[in-house]
């Protein structure tokens, strides 16, 4: 999967940023379903790419000139199957 994301946050002292995040996401999904009926079996396979929303949060820390550390957590959402 990809995204594409603004972040916009709060700077603490000079080298930490906290940090919410969202946008667009876009993936690849595969969804399989086999039904079986007596000695009878089908499957199905749909495989195409889907987008959707991300958000999420994190924090950086620039621990040298030009040089950062960040943890980060997102939460992706692509769509629902029926």
């Known amino acids: 999967f990809g995204t594409i994301r603004a972040r916009l946050g709060f700077t603490f002292g ?3 940023l906290v940090y919410a995040t ?3 996401a876009y993936g690849h999904v595969k969804n399989t379903h086999t039904e079986v009926q007596g000695n009878f079996s ?3 396979v749909e ?3 889907r987008g959707g929303y991300v958000a999420g949060g994190g924090i950086e820390y620039m621990f040298a000139p030009n040089w950062t550390v960040r943890a980060e957590g997102l939460y992706v959402n692509l769509g629902e199957n029926t």
Do not use: D, E, I, Q
Request: glycine content about 16%; hydrophobic content about 40%.
């Open 22 to 24: 969202g946008g667009w």
């Open 42 to 44: 089908a499957t199905w």
């Open 47 to 49: 495989s195409k790419v």
């Open 14 to 16: 000079t080298n930490m």
